[in-house]
C-alpha cells in the first residue's frame, strides 16, 4: 500500500491532468442499494449470496450496463424490512425509473434497458459519491467527507457507491439522472454543486469531467464550449454531430449562441500509476482543443 504521500490523486493534480473529457463512458445504469462491505471487486467480493456477484457481471454483459452497490452515508438502510432499492438510469435522455425488492438475489433478472419494469416516479436528484476505499484509498479519504456533507444538505438525493471510474480524480460526483460526473471535489463544494444541478445547471465548471452518456472527446469538446461561453445550465449545449478520425475529431453543439464546432486532437499525458494500486506507469490519454469555430453551412 503506498504511504499517504504517494496517493494516485497526489500524483495526477501534481501532473496538472485535466479533469475534461474523463468521465466513464455509459448509458445505462443500475443502482442496488447494499450496505456493505464491498471489498476489492465491487460485485465479485461484496458480502453477496453465493454467485451473485457472478450473475450480476453477467447481467452487465449482457445489458452494457454498469451496476453499482449504493448505500446511505452511515449504512443505514433507505428500505425498510430488508427490502432492496434498485435505481434503472439512463443517461442519454436523463430518465430514472425504480422498483424494491423484497430478496437481493432476483436483482440479477432486472434490466434497466426495460423501462416498464421499474417505477418512472420522480426519484431524482440523486448524486452518487464513490467511497470504493478497497478498489482505491483516495475514494475513501476523499469521497467520504464529501458524501457526508452532501447527505446534510441532501440526505434524501445522497449515496454513497463502489467504482465509479477515475480514482485518481477523487473525490468523484455523479449526478443523476443525466450521468454528469464531477472530480476533485471538496466537501465544502458538494453541497453547491448539488443545488445547481438540482436547478438544471452545472455548478462547477473547474470540476466537471463531462456526461456519461458520451465519449471521451465529446465530453472533452463540451467542456471547452462551456468555458469558451462561459454556459452552465445543462440545456444550453446540445450535440448535434460528431467526426472522429483517429486522434483527430470535429464536435459540432447547437448552443444559445448559435451552432459551433470544437475540433480536437488526442496526446498521451504524462506516464504515471493512475491508481494507488497500480503496479506500473501509463500513460493516459487525453484530447486537446485545437480551435472553436462556426462550421460551414450545409449546402
Known amino acids: 500500500m503506498p504511504s499517504s504521500d504517494d496517493r494516485c490523486s497526489l500524483r495526477s493534480l501534481a501532473a496538472g491532468e485535466s479533469l475534461a473529457g474523463t468521465a466513464s463512458t455509459i448509458r445505462h445504469w443500475l443502482l442496488l442499494e447494499h450496505p456493505g462491505p464491498w471489498g476489492r471487486d465491487g460485485l465479485l467480493d461484496a458480502r453477496l449470496p453465493e454467485g451473485l456477484g457472478r450473475d450480476l457481471r453477467a447481467l452487465e454483459s449482457r445489458t452494457g450496463a454498469r451496476v453499482l452497490l449504493i448505500r446511505k452515508p452511515g449504512r443505514a438502510p433507505a428500505s425498510p424490512g430488508g427490502r432492496i ?19 437481493i438475489i432476483d436483482t440479477p433478472s432486472l434490466d434497466p ?15 452518487v459519491v464513490c467511497t470504493h476505499g478497497r478498489r482505491d484509498p483516495c475514494c475513501a479519504e476523499r469521497g467520504r467527507p464529501v458524501a457526508g456533507s452532501l447527505a446534510a444538505a441532501f440526505p434524501d ?41 438540482a436547478e438544471g445547471r452545472i455548478g462547477s465548471l473547474e470540476r466537471y469531467r463531462g456526461r456519461s452518456s458520451h465519449p471521451f472527446h465529446v465530453q472533452a469538446a463540451e ?27 470535429d464536435v459540432a453543439f447547437t448552443t444559445t449562441s448559435g451552432r459551433l464546432r470544437v475540433r480536437l486532437g488526442r496526446v498521451q499525458g504524462t506516464p504515471m500509476r493512475l491508481t494507488c494500486h497500480a503496479a506500473r506507469e501509463e500513460e493516459a490519454s487525453a484530447w486537446r482543443v485545437l480551435g472553436i469555430d462556426r462550421p460551414e453551412p450545409e449546402t
Open 113 to 127: 434497458r426495460t423501462r416498464g419494469s421499474f417505477d418512472a416516479e420522480a426519484i431524482d436528484p440523486l448524486f
Open 85 to 103: 432499492l434498485c435505481v434503472a438510469i439512463d443517461t442519454r435522455d436523463a430518465w430514472c425509473g425504480s422498483v424494491i425488492l423484497d430478496r
Open 223 to 249: 467542456r471547452a464550449l462551456r468555458d469558451h461561453l462561459l454556459l452552465d445550465r445543462i440545456d444550453d449545449v446540445g450535440l448535434e454531430h460528431v467526426d472522429r478520425r483517429g486522434d483527430l475529431a
Open 157 to 197: 438525493a445522497t449515496w454513497e457507491s463502489t467504482h465509479v471510474g477515475g480514482d485518481r480524480f477523487a473525490g468523484n460526483v455523479v449526478a443523476f439522472p443525466h450521468g454528469l460526473y464531477f472530480g476533485r471535489v471538496e466537501p465544502d463544494e458538494g453541497p453547491g454543486i448539488a443545488r445547481a444541478y
